[in-house]
């Protein structure tokens, strides 16, 4: 059974940082392209990053320049480098396997705003 759990968010103001942690447990990290993904109220959830089993990484437009997704697979973490942080970044952010996701974890909150 694998879990995820996800930490690092917060309220920040525009402009702020964060990092955000997903530990995984249960299986084996190495094998899996990893992402993040972010839902916030009234939308349907939307992936930001992706990182594959080697580390090549991918952005979503509302990602690039300004968020890094990076992996420890020694450790099973995946983590979001989030800059420059914007209002409507405001929504609850998950990790998960990106092909035939896993169960999804409790996520963790990110709100900017001033």
């Known amino acids: 059974q694998v879990q995820l759990v996800e930490s690092g968010g917060g309220l920040v103001e525009p402009g702020g940082s964060l990092r955000l942690s997903c530990a995984v447990s249960?299986?084996?990290?190495?094998?899996?392209?990893m992402g993040w993904f972010r839902q916030a109220p009234g939308k349907k959830r939307e992936l930001v990053a992706q990182?594959?089993?080697?580390?090549?990484?991918v952005y979503q437009d509302i990602a690039k320049g300004r968020f890094a997704i990076s992996r420890d697979n020694a450790q099973r973490m995946v983590y979001l480098e989030m800059n420059n942080l914007k209002p409507e970044d405001t929504a609850k952010y998950y990790c998960?396997?990106?092909?035939?996701?896993?169960?999804w974890g409790q996520g963790t909150q990110v709100t900017v705003s001033s």
């Open positions: 249960g299986r084996t990290l190495s094998s899996y392209q």
């Open positions: 998960n396997r990106l092909v035939a996701s896993w169960d």
């Open positions: 990182v594959s089993s080697s580390g090549t990484t």
